[in-house]
């Protein structure tokens, strides 16, 4: 696994050795080259942030600011190691990145705190369970940014409807347990 993209293309990133399933370098690489440009000065959240691919993708191809939510200290320890990597290949141009170990069901946003992207890669079983709170959790998040985005990765035979969002973009599989990543916007807000 390696970031796909932007100042810190090639560097590997490493993976905890168990119970996380690390985004794809295929996904990533469609997502951001769907994303193109508007990453760039974003603010990125990244959920069950795992090895932190998702965020660590968007540092290196321009988000200003980046805050990681895992609760596993194992995927925790290596997210940082990946972060200081990534950090280190931005040469003194390094983002606002934060780690935090915290449940993510549990997490409340602070006033001050506007996301432009969500990445949610919570594990499938999880995310075919509790959709509708994620879903309900991620408006919440985004609070009052009306461009904010909500990318959700899932199994690819998943096709949740949840109220008051549309898909704006479907990448990767439509077979189950594969990868897809929907890009969600709220219709209503």
């Known amino acids: 696994m390696r ?9 590997l990133l490493k993976s905890p050795p ?11 690489e469609a997502v951001f080259s769907s994303l193109g440009d508007s990453i760039v000065g974003s603010s990125v959240l990244d959920l069950f942030a ?17 805050y990681f939510v895992e609760k596993n ?18 040469k003194g141009q390094e983002p606002d990145c934060r780690v935090r170990q915290q449940d993510v069901f ?3 946003p602070e006033r001050s705190e506007v ?3 969500i990445f949610l890669d919570p594990p499938y079983a999880l995310t ?3 959709s509708d709170v994620l879903f309900s959790l991620a408006g919440h998040l985004l609070g009052v940014n009306p461009i904010g985005r909500l990318l959700f990765e899932m199994p690819g035979d998943f096709n949740p409807d949840p109220a008051d969002w549309e898909i704006i973009r479907c990448l990767g599989s439509q077979k189950p347990g594969e990868p897809a990543l929907k890009i969600y916007q709220r219709t209503a807000a």
Request: glycine residues 10%.
């Open 3 to 11: 970031v796909t993209g932007g100042r810190a293309k090639g560097i």
């Open 18 to 28: 168990k119970n996380v399933r690390p985004a794809t370098d295929r996904i990533r």
């Open 50 to 66: 795992g090895s932190g691919s998702y965020g660590l993708e968007a540092v290196s191809r321009g988000a200003i600011s980046c």
């Open 73 to 90: 200290r194992t995927a925790l320890a290596c997210l940082r190691k990946n972060l200081a990597a990534v950090n280190k290949a931005l």
């Open 106 to 108: 549990k997490l409340r």
């Open 115 to 117: 996301f432009d992207f």
């Open 128 to 130: 075919v369970e509790r």
